[in-house]
């Protein structure tokens, strides 16, 4: 038994370590701010850790961890309702039902060589911004003595480097689709 146990863990270690970077993105996806996103994340695998003995070798690592990193986020975005910048819910459960499927891997690719793409054509100082809120993690009012500008204008800017972003992003993805590589 306590071979079979060990056997157990080390296919879950594998596979908790082989999909980290996928469930980390999963977060990503369903949280704007990046810190959230990592505290999603830190919980989400407290709470796979603690179940570690429902996981059956077997099934589909990523469907059940995948799930798991949802409820957290869905938890997590429950107690921020109140936030300034709201998906509906309609396109949270869209995001993570696309997350937990096999392809999500090829798509996060293109859609992170299609991000590179597009931060690369940020102004500089917007460049210097986005890295310092979401890379390093930085509070928006700490940017604001960074970048010598208001709250309120660190807000903005944020806002409208994210849709532009968000809308050079799915340019490209539906350009490749339609064109191909």
């Known amino acids: ?14 596979l908790f370590t082989s ?7 999963f977060a990503m996806s369903m949280i704007a701010n990046y810190a959230d996103a990592e505290d999603v994340l830190q919980e989400a695998n407290l709470v796979l850790w603690k179940r ?7 099934t589909s690592f990523m ?5 798991v990193v949802y409820l957290v986020a869905l938890e997590h975005r429950r107690k921020l309702s109140r936030s300034k910048l709201q998906f509906g819910e309609e396109f ?20 992170e060589h299609a991000l590179g793409e597009c931060i690369a054509k940020l102004k500089a100082e917007h460049q210097k911004m986005l890295r310092a809120r979401y890379a390093d993690g930085i ?12 709250v ?14 968000h809308d050079c992003v799915s340019y490209k ?4 689709a339609i064109h191909g590589r």
């Open 1 to 14: 038994m306590q071979d079979q146990d060990a056997d157990r863990m080390r296919q879950f270690l594998r």
């Open 139 to 150: 509070s928006v009012e700490q940017m604001s003595g960074m970048f010598n500008r208001s």
């Open 173 to 176: 993805i539906r350009r490749e």
């Open 63 to 67: 469907s059940w961890a995948g799930r």
């Open 152 to 165: 309120d204008a660190i807000y903005k800017v944020l806002t409208r480097t994210r849709r532009i972003l």
């Open 92 to 111: 949270f459960t869209a995001v993570a039902n696309m997350a937990v499927r096999d392809e999500v891997a090829s798509t996060m690719g293109e859609h």
């Open 52 to 58: 570690f003995d429902q996981f059956q070798p077997g």
């Open 19 to 25: 999909h980290e970077l996928r469930l980390r993105a």
